[in-house]
């Protein structure tokens, strides 16, 4: 089906372990994003791809990695994952720049322990 | 589920209700603005949006108001449904730095039947 799909939906990992979250995008979107969700904090975002091969720091960049291969593909690596690192991440997507209308994925729940 | 919806500002609405959602915003240099709808377990969806340069917009039993003197930003919902049950945030878009949607926290909609 055509649209944004993240995984996994839902993922506990250990302090220190390194965890990749993917996301794939169907519609040829240029710019994708990742936001993580926070109680007290709303969206926030973390790194953001304008194109493949062309990412850019956000918000909260620290303790994250992210590559685009792919136009379709955004994935998001925690080194080595800590406590602080729990948050609901979203992934979204968008045709133009940064700022305007963004279609998001369904979110994945990270639980590190 | 994938959202955040505990500990928010809640608007209790009966079916058949207009609501009214607030957003104060923070920078007088945002030119765009967006309202999205989050349902419990679902990543944000696109409501409606608004540039700096208006102040009434109206899409589909929604109206966004942008007051851009004290900086406020308002959704009114027409007949409230029960499929309106959700959180919803506003974000702007900061145009300087990197050109990022900075979103608010949230307030939670519930819908009495």
């Known amino acids: 089906d055509a649209g944004i799909t993240q995984s996994p939906r839902y993922k506990i990992t250990e302090t220190g372990r390194q965890v990749t979250l993917m996301c794939h995008q169907t519609?040829?979107?240029?710019?994708m994003f990742w936001y993580r969700q926070d109680l007290g904090h709303g969206l926030r975002l973390i790194y953001y791809s304008a194109a493949a091969d062309i990412t850019d720091k956000g918000e909260v960049p620290d303790g994250y990695v992210v590559s685009r291969s792919k136009t379709e593909n955004f994935p998001l690596t925690l080194e080595s994952a800590t406590r602080s690192q729990t948050s609901v991440y979203f992934c979204?997507?968008?045709?133009?720049?940064?700022?305007?209308?963004?279609?998001f994925g369904q979110g994945t729940r990270l639980t590190v322990v | 589920g994938e959202s955040v919806g505990l500990h928010l500002p809640t608007l209790s609405v009966q079916e058949g209700d207009n609501s009214i959602i607030n957003c104060a915003y923070s920078n007088s240099a945002s030119d765009y603005f967006i309202w999205y709808k989050q349902e419990s377990g679902k990543g944000p969806q696109f409501i409606i949006d608004i540039r700096s340069n208006m102040d009434k917009r109206q899409g589909q039993r929604v109206t966004v108001l942008l007051n851009k003197t004290v900086k406020h930003l308002s959704l009114q919902i027409a007949a409230t449904q029960p499929g309106d049950s959700a959180v919803y945030f506003c974000a702007e878009r900061v145009t300087y730095g990197n050109n990022r949607l900075a979103f608010g926290k949230g307030n939670q909609v519930v819908v009495i039947p």
């Open positions: 519609w040829s979107h240029s710019y």
């Open positions: 979204a997507s968008s045709e133009r720049n940064v700022g305007t209308e963004a279609f």
